[in-house]
């Protein structure tokens, strides 16, 4: 990447350089980092607490000061490292390094999805490939994997140029992530997914194997050309959270490369929500039991809740060490099913707190309190996501935290 940075822009730049190193070195940023290593150790100090900010950034982005537009790509990401630090006084741990990741390109299926979407709204469609799994099945295939690493490494060779005296520059490592269902809703939507399982089962499963070997050939892409970097520090793992573990390699040994049982995996089925379980477990359950076999460690789920399943399945998955308990699950049941297991309870409060108007202090108090109770005996995160406007409210975000605080203080045992 090749830009001019005027010395104006520079002197800001570097400024925000340092101070995110203060902040990275600082104790009560260490003690955070400690406290995440005990956390997904399953030695957990204190509960740990994480607001995502990513869904309502539009309402806190700090106001750039550089004038060249590369200049406030490269402003615009420090300041946004600090933000909840600064903002918050959650738990996001401030780093000292400069990093840039891999991304492979994938298509579901190896399909273009276009979506048709509402102006100035979140809200979209697909636009569906398949209308009928029997008639259009011909039409599902398999990926063509590319990555564009000269534009990563110039881009973090460009940012390094300016700071790299300051944060340390470098690739990092991500997850592994897959989405099955997802995938399957983006190519023939929910209704079409679910009515394929009842017409077309012997179709339905086909398609659940092209996927599983198709993932498996996109894991097999990213060791052999040693894509795969170290997941067990402040790198970002889906769901909000964070790798940081003592249990996987730290390093790629001399002359070798990592395999995807070297890092952590992700996986997810928002979409199968309306299932019984003798259904997940004959359609779904077959390809995310061989996926967890993949990776070393496994975070499991998003917005759907998992104690329907949880028992004759997802509970059984290997290498599981967190779930998302979303809004929408039994935490009770939940927390009666992780107590005393090597197992991250990550709590995913509901997000109309935050959303609309004031913060009615007792009602969230009394909300979290539940949570903490439920939770009782397990290694506890409290993830807040899908935040999609705060009202402008910044202080109202800092009293949310606080009061989570408040609440572990008097009524957590870990």
Same mark, same amino acid.
């Given at each position: 990447m090749s830009a001019v940075v005027s010395d104006k822009d520079l002197g800001i730049i570097r400024d925000l350089a340092k101070k995110q190193l203060e902040y990275a070195h600082s104790e009560r940023n260490q003690n955070n980092i400690r406290d995440w290593y005990a956390l997904n150790a399953c030695r957990p100090n204190r509960p740990m607490i994480h607001l995502e900010?990513?869904?309502?950034?539009?309402?806190?982005?700090?106001?750039?000061?550089?004038?060249?537009?590369?200049?406030? @790509?490269? *402003?615009?990401?420090?300041?946004?490292?600090?933000?909840?630090?600064e903002l918050f006084g959650d738990d996001k741990p401030v780093t000292d390094t400069l990093t840039a990741q891999y991304?492979? !390109?994938?298509?579901?299926?190896?399909?273009?999805?276009?979506?048709? @979407?509402?102006?100035?709204?979140?809200?979209?469609?697909?636009?569906?490939?398949?209308? $009928?799994?029997?008639?259009?099945?011909?039409?599902? @295939?398999?990926?063509?994997?590319?990555?564009?690493?000269?534009?990563?490494?110039?881009?973090?060779?460009?940012?390094?140029?300016?700071?790299? $005296?300051?944060?340390? #520059?470098?690739?990092?490592?991500?997850?592994?992530?897959?989405?099955?269902?997802?995938?399957?809703?983006?190519?023939m939507g929910m209704e079409t997914m679910f009515m394929s399982m009842k017409d077309y089962p012997e179709l339905f499963h086909k398609m659940m194997d092209m996927y599983l070997e198709d993932t498996l050939r996109y894991h097999r892409y990213l060791e052999d050309n040693e894509l795969l970097l170290p997941t067990v520090g402040a790198q970002y793992l889906l769901m909000g959270s964070w790798c940081f573990n003592e249990e996987l390699p730290s390093e790629i040994p001399p002359g070798g490369k990592l395999?995807?049982?070297?890092?952590?995996?992700?996986? *997810?089925?928002?979409?199968?929500?309306?299932?019984? #379980?003798?259904?997940?477990? *004959?359609?779904?359950?077959?390809?995310?039991? &061989?996926?967890?076999?993949?990776?070393?460690?496994?975070?499991? @789920?998003?917005?759907? /809740?998992?104690?329907p399943f949880w028992d004759d399945y997802i509970g059984k998955l290997n290498g599981l060490r967190k779930v998302s308990i979303s809004p929408w699950c039994d935490e009770q049941f939940m927390g009666e099913r992780l107590r005393g297991k090597k197992i991250v309870y990550q709590r995913k409060p509901d997000a109309n707190f935050l959303s609309f108007g004031p913060l009615d202090e007792d009602a969230?108090?009394?909300?979290?309190?539940?949570?903490?109770?439920?939770? &009782?005996?397990? /290694?506890? *995160?409290?993830?807040? !996501?899908?935040?999609?406007?705060? $009202?402008?409210d910044v202080a109202k975000c800092k009293r949310y935290v606080a009061i989570i605080r408040e609440e572990i203080e008097d009524h957590w045992q870990g």
């Open positions: 900010n990513w869904t309502f950034g539009h309402e806190i982005a700090p106001k750039l000061s550089c004038e060249g537009e590369a200049a406030r @790509g490269v *402003e615009a990401g420090l300041r946004g490292n600090m933000l909840n630090t991304n492979v !390109r994938r298509k579901p299926f190896g399909l273009d999805i276009g979506t048709t @979407g509402v102006e100035n709204s979140l809200a979209y469609q697909y636009d569906h490939p398949i209308g $009928d799994l029997q008639e259009d099945f011909h039409k599902l @295939g398999y990926n063509t994997l590319s990555i564009d690493k000269k534009a990563v490494e110039q881009h973090l060779d460009f940012v390094g140029s300016l700071i790299g $005296d300051i944060l340390t #520059p470098g690739m990092t490592g991500r997850y592994v992530s897959a989405h099955p269902t997802q995938e399957i809703v983006k190519v395999y995807t049982k070297d890092i952590w995996g992700y996986l *997810e089925s928002q979409e199968t929500v309306g299932l019984s #379980p003798a259904m997940f477990g *004959e359609f779904i359950f077959p390809t995310f039991k &061989r996926l967890a076999e993949e990776y070393g460690l496994l975070c499991y @789920g998003c917005c759907e /809740p998992v104690h969230w108090r009394k909300y979290i309190r539940k949570t903490i109770k439920a939770a &009782r005996g397990c /290694p506890l *995160e409290i993830t807040q !996501r899908d935040v999609y406007t705060i $009202d402008n």
